[in-house]
């Protein structure tokens, strides 16, 4: 069983800037998709950002240009650079490692920004 472990979270002035990371218990990257998700109160969780075994990125729109996934495989922890932050931002956000045959997430870190 692979553990991930956020980190990062915090409150920060709009126009500013965090990085969570995500540290996985188990070399995961090379199999699994990794992702951001985030859920605010009220909201359905959403995905920010993912990234593929190979490299493949993606990320929703209202977070394009401001916010750059990545990983280092050698210490087996994923980033989400968080830049121009938003009061729209705000959420837990929460690491994920999925592949055909398991799902893995961890348990989440506050993001709140302040307007």
């Known amino acids: 069983q692979v553990q991930l472990v956020e980190s990062g979270g915090g409150l920060v002035q709009a126009g500013g800037s965090l990085r969570l990371s995500c540290a996985a218990s188990?070399?995961?990257?090379?199999?699994?998709?990794m992702g951001w998700y985030r859920q605010s109160p009220g909201n359905q969780r959403e995905l920010v950002a993912a990234?593929?075994?190979?490299?493949?990125?993606n990320y929703v729109d209202s977070v394009k240009g401001r916010f750059t996934i990545s990983r280092d495989n050698t210490k087996n922890t994923l980033y989400l650079q968080m830049n121009s932050l938003k009061p729209e931002d705000t959420a837990v956000y929460y690491c994920?490692?999925?592949?055909?045959?398991?799902?893995?997430w961890g348990q989440g870190t506050q993001v709140t920004v302040s307007s």
């Open positions: 994920r490692g999925r592949s055909i045959v398991s799902d893995y």
């Open positions: 188990g070399s995961i990257f090379s199999s699994h998709v």
């Open positions: 990234i593929t075994s190979g490299g493949i990125t």
